[in-house]
């Protein structure tokens, strides 16, 4: 059973949130929180497996509630996924590096949402369709002067061509038919090079492949 615990300030948005998880045989609402500092405590609480997450809320914002979640090691098999209203650049790159697993917003189809929450929960990072390149760009603007990770060196050169190619947004059906890999060994490659980066998942492995010079800035895409 994946566990769920959902935080927006809107009764309603929650209300129907919980409507949609809770039908659902292998989904459940654990706890609900309206504010961040709610959030953040229920989630080190409650240890859900998913944290659907709003930007904005009175108090302590969506991203910092993120970002104290993800920074607790008791809570290292949380996962957050940001839900808005507002798909805006910043709000991106920020909830990304802040730790989330995935970004959507709130006009997101049902069957999309639910979907999200399995594939976070499985331990993959998922992005709404419109905000995996625009997260490229936008890292790669961010991006000035860069520093290799001294971590990048216990990469093996398969494991360096994966993160590469994450990097530009591929799938792992992508980057299997691209090196002629199964999906599944693709992804154990993608799990290990996340593992040796230190990188929570797929989502954050872009960032570091941006900011320790493994991709460049006009590479990708």
Known sequence: MIRVLLADDQALVRGGFRALLDAEPDLTVVGEAATGDEA??????LLPDVVLMDIRMPGTDGLAATRRIVAEPR??????????????????????????????????????????????????????????????????????????????????????????????GLSNDEIGARLFLSPL?????????????????????VVVAYESGVVRPGWAG
């Open 40 to 45: 953040v405590r229920l989630a080190l609480e």
């Open 75 to 168: 809570a290292a098999g949380v996962r957050v996924v940001v839900v808005t209203t507002f798909e805006l650049d910043e709000y991106v790159a920020e909830a990304i590096r802040g730790g989330a697993s995935g970004f959507l917003v709130k006009d997101t189809e049902p069957a999309d949402l639910l979907r999200a929450v399995r594939v976070v929960a499985g331990g993959d990072a998922l992005l709404s369709p419109t905000v995996t390149r625009r997260l490229l760009a936008t890292v790669a603007r961010a991006t000035r002067a860069v520093t290799e990770a001294p971590a990048l060196a216990d990469l093996t050169p398969r494991e360096r061509e994966v993160l590469v190619l994450v990097a530009e």
């Open 185 to 205: 060994t693709v992804k154990t490659h993608v799990l290990r090079a996340a593992t040796k980066l230190g990188a929570r998942d797929r989502a954050q492995l």
